[in-house]
């Protein structure tokens, strides 16, 4: 009987995305039963997967290339090992399960052994020998096509096992999401790496906001905690996610952010850590959070900076909420405000910067997989960057385009998105210069900046669209998509 396993793992072992796998259901390539899939049929589908036998060391790293991949940042995550202790526990799961299989088969194969004693018997003693010596010949060559079957999947089966002993599994059982957590990572930390809005406070075991419970499989704790459970919660196997890690794949139950109600409203102060140029008219602030106090926010939203006396600053973030310890905002010079003056002339590395937020619901939804359309002007990249990061790591859409309308030669961030364009086989980048002013909109110009993408997307009804920029353009910008059949609600506008 062919093994089964979860989409996550099935995509991790051929190296495309779960995304890609769930497209293969959806199709009726793959069949799936509960999330499972049948290692059989992932052969089938992808009879390209290999694994040599007498290169199963060289062939590890591409493995884990292939099947760890990680789109964010056009990069390849490099994977830690888990320590001594976590991988000896790892390979000792993986021993108990090869045992008990093991003897399953010993079971199965008295059983068949005694079923054909049987058989043997009625054969001489019974008066219909020829239907019972027929069934004994069937089960005899089910029994020796089955031992001399060399498909077994053995190399499939080999990287799953290979995988098992890097990464283990996390099922949250209350919302569905899946995730693997590498090296010494903690769960909470590989969930929010994942790009999942799991709940936290402190990340340092102190508030218990990150608690979790434990549903099946084996943790370990990697880090003490101040945080005193009831008695009612050791019962019902809670524990912090930020002080354990995951030993054997795992099932939990675990609160998540569904929309930005469920974000707090916070306020950290947080150094600058540096101050980079991108054009005449760009800058890019990057600020790192206390490591015990980081940012919880969704991609897409915007806080306000203040810093001493002055005025406090309304801003998008440019960052993916997985790396939330590290903040990016994008700052024009041609923004009149104090802030980003002084952001420009005086502003110092090491200098603290106060952050008060999160707000905005220029947010994904992350219940529809339709393929996203992405439009900034100028600065208006900066939350559309969070956004694609944030789908990116997410593997949640099946297809994402930017459209980049700039007022300069060439937009600030040109390379990156030509990174991503070149490392990502589901994204397409294009970019249009496109006057900006404080007259008006040259509306001629920007239809005919749009004629391209609305030619494209004759199904405007199934994409999701973000539009970011100031705020003639964004409206105009609406108003010709909403005249080409795009639906209002899945419509959602930023300005900047």
Same mark, same amino acid.
């Given at each position: 009987?062919?093994?089964?396993?979860?989409?996550? /793992?099935?995509?991790?072992?051929?190296?495309?995305?779960?995304?890609?796998?769930?497209?293969?259901?959806?199709?009726?390539?793959?069949?799936?039963?509960?999330?499972?899939?049948?290692?059989?049929?992932? +052969?089938?589908?992808?009879?390209?997967?290999?694994?040599?036998?007498?290169?199963?060391?060289?062939?590890?790293?591409?493995? *884990? +290339?292939?099947?760890?991949?990680?789109?964010?940042?056009?990069?390849?995550? $490099?994977?830690?090992?888990?320590?001594? %202790? !976590?991988?000896?526990?790892?390979?000792?799961?993986?021993?108990?399960?090869?045992?008990?299989?093991?003897?399953? *088969?010993?079971?199965?194969?008295?059983?068949?052994?005694?079923?054909?004693?049987?058989?043997?018997?009625?054969?001489?003693?019974?008066?219909?020998?020829? *239907?019972?010596?027929? #069934?004994?010949?069937?089960?005899?060559?089910?029994?020796?096509?089955?031992?001399?079957?060399? =498909?077994?999947?053995? @190399?499939?089966?080999?990287?799953? &096992? *290979?995988?098992?002993?890097?990464?283990?599994?996390?099922?949250?059982?209350? !919302?569905?999401?899946?995730?693997?957590?590498?090296?010494?990572?903690?769960?909470?930390?590989?969930? #929010?790496?994942?790009?999942?809005?799991?709940?936290?406070?402190?990340?340092?075991?102190?508030?218990?906001?990150?608690?979790?419970?434990?549903?099946?499989?084996?943790?370990?704790?990697?880090?003490? @905690?101040?945080?005193?459970?009831?008695?009612?919660?050791?019962? %019902?196997?809670?524990?912090?996610?930020? =002080?354990?890690?995951?030993?054997?794949?795992?099932?939990?139950?675990?609160?998540?952010?569904?929309?930005?109600?469920?974000?707090?409203?916070? /306020?950290?102060?947080?150094?600058?850590?540096?101050?980079?140029?991108?054009?005449?008219?760009?800058?890019?602030?990057?600020?790192?959070?206390?490591? &015990?106090?980081? #940012? /919880?926010?969704?991609?897409?939203?915007?806080?306000?900076?203040?810093?001493?006396?002055?005025?406090?600053?309304?801003?998008?973030?440019?960052?993916?909420?997985?790396?939330?310890?590290?903040?990016?905002?994008?700052?024009?010079?041609?923004?009149?405000?104090?802030?980003?003056?002084?952001?420009?002339?005086?502003?110092?590395?090491?200098? $603290?910067?106060?952050? /008060?937020?999160?707000?905005?619901?220029?947010?994904?939804?992350?219940?529809?997989?339709?393929?996203?359309?992405?439009?900034?002007?100028? &600065?208006?990249?900066?939350?559309?960057?969070?956004?694609?990061? @944030?789908?990116? !790591?997410?593997?949640?859409?099946?297809?994402?385009?930017?459209?980049?309308?700039?007022?300069?030669?060439?937009?600030?961030?040109?390379?990156?998105?030509?990174?991503?364009?070149?490392?990502?086989?589901?994204?397409?980048?294009?970019?249009?210069?496109?006057?900006?002013?404080?007259?008006?909109?040259?509306?001629?110009?920007?239809?005919?900046?749009?004629?391209?993408?609305?030619?494209?997307?004759?199904?405007?009804?199934?994409?999701?669209?973000?539009?970011?920029?100031?705020?003639?353009?964004?409206?105009? &910008?609406? %108003?010709?998509?909403?005249? @080409?059949?795009?639906?209002?609600?899945?419509?959602?506008?930023?300005?900047?």
């Amino acid at each position: 009987m062919s093994r089964h396993v979860s989409l996550s /793992r099935a995509a991790k072992l051929v190296g495309i995305s779960r995304g890609a796998m769930q497209k293969k259901v959806h199709n009726q390539e793959l069949e799936s039963f509960e999330g499972m899939v049948k290692l059989d049929d992932i +052969e089938r589908v992808f009879p390209d997967v290999q694994l040599e036998d007498n290169h199963i060391i060289e062939d590890l790293e591409k493995i *884990i +290339e292939g099947a760890l991949k990680k789109a964010r940042g056009a990069k390849l995550a $490099s994977l830690v090992a888990p320590d001594a %202790q !976590t991988l000896a526990s790892r390979l000792h799961s993986i021993n108990q399960d090869n045992a008990k299989a093991k003897n399953k *088969i010993y079971a199965m194969n008295n059983l068949f052994s005694a079923l054909q004693e049987k058989l043997t018997d009625l054969i001489d003693s019974s008066t219909q020998s020829e *239907i019972f010596e027929e #069934l004994n010949n069937w089960i005899e060559n089910s029994l020796s096509e089955i031992r001399s079957d060399d =498909s077994d999947n053995a @190399h499939l089966l080999t990287k799953d &096992t *290979i995988l098992r002993v890097i990464a283990a599994q996390v099922h949250v059982k209350n !919302t569905g999401h899946e995730y693997f957590v590498e090296g010494n990572n903690s769960i909470l930390e590989a969930g #929010l790496s994942s790009g999942f809005a799991l709940n936290y406070g402190c990340s340092n075991g102190n508030c218990g906001k990150c608690k979790v419970k434990l549903i099946s499989g084996d943790i370990k704790k990697i880090r003490p @905690h101040d945080f005193v459970f009831s008695q009612s919660d050791k019962l %019902q196997n809670y524990f912090l996610s930020c =002080s354990h890690t995951a030993i054997t794949d795992i099932v939990i139950e675990a609160n998540e952010a569904g929309s930005e109600k469920d974000i707090p409203k916070q /306020r950290i102060s947080a150094k600058v850590n540096k101050v980079e140029k991108m054009s005449d008219d760009v800058v890019i602030l990057n600020l790192t959070t206390p490591r &015990t106090k980081r #940012l /919880r926010f969704l991609a897409g939203q915007n806080v306000s900076l203040s810093h001493a006396d002055l005025p406090s600053f309304d801003i998008p973030i440019a960052s993916c909420p997985c790396d939330d310890m590290n903040i990016q905002f994008h700052i024009s010079h041609r923004d009149n405000s104090l802030f980003a003056q002084y952001v420009y002339e005086e502003l110092n590395i090491s200098d $603290s910067i106060k952050i /008060r937020g999160p707000k905005g619901s220029f947010i994904l939804d992350e219940n529809s997989n339709n393929p996203v359309l992405f439009i900034a002007f100028d &600065t208006g990249f900066a939350p559309v960057k969070s956004l694609f990061e @944030h789908v990116i !790591t997410l593997e949640h859409a099946e297809y994402s385009h930017l459209l980049w309308l700039h007022s300069d030669e060439e937009p600030y961030m040109h390379n990156q998105c030509r990174a991503w364009e070149d490392a990502l086989d589901n994204f397409k980048y294009e970019h249009l210069k496109n006057d900006l002013t404080d007259k008006g909109v040259n509306t001629e110009q920007l239809e005919m900046n749009l004629e391209k993408l609305i030619k494209q997307y004759k199904d405007l009804p199934n994409k999701n669209i973000f539009i970011c920029g100031p705020k003639n353009m964004v409206k105009k &910008t609406r %108003q010709i998509l909403l005249d @080409h059949n795009a639906e209002q609600d899945q419509i959602k506008t930023m300005v900047v």
